[in-house]
């Protein structure tokens, strides 16, 4: 069966919905499907996609951000390479990431994912400190889609995707399993 994942459900959704498959082919994400494998022991067949963007984010970024801030507990996405997210605190995915900020006794944290969450999780929490692992982890396509591009495409209807009903079925069971399960962290 084929089934949509997010970081936040994908180690669920093989769990609970995959446990039959005899293979799981996992994209687009490689590091995230790594993760996965290693969280629920099954193998995967990856497609060798990936996120530039975690991919950019070093072990040497936390390393450094660690020697400046000892005492930041380190929350890495589960997209960034398996070298990364060895030597995290949490892997967890972005809203994972505010979560554990907003619930966590600890004050400062290094933050492993797309720099543009920092500010959502300062104005979150008061009195918090968080640190970017790498200023490089800048994604210029989530820079495009802006509340003002949206309402354009509402209004003027301009970027209309027509489905296939077959298609359609078929990836609407794929999304209503994705969103029947529980976010993981």
Known sequence: CDMCCTSANAVGIVA?????A???????????GTYVAGKTGR?????????????????????????????A???????CTPALTAIADK????EGMCRRAAKSSNTEFIIATEVGILRRMAKENPGKTFYPASEQALCPNMKRTTLEKVLWSLQDLKHE???????MTRARRSIEGMLS???QN
């Open 43 to 71: 193998d995967f067949i990856l497609w060798q996609g990936y996120c530039p963007i975690h991919a950019r984010i070093l072990p040497e970024d936390v390393e450094r951000q660690k020697e400046k801030h000892p005492h």
């Open 91 to 94: 892997v967890l995915s972005t």
């Open 22 to 32: 005899e293979e799981i082919i996992f994209v687009p994400d490689k590091y995230l």
């Open 161 to 167: 995707i027509d489905v296939p009903a077959d298609i």
């Open 181 to 183: 399960c529980q976010p």
């Open 16 to 20: 609970e919905h995959m446990k039959g």
């Open 73 to 79: 507990e380190v929350l890495v996405h589960p997209e």
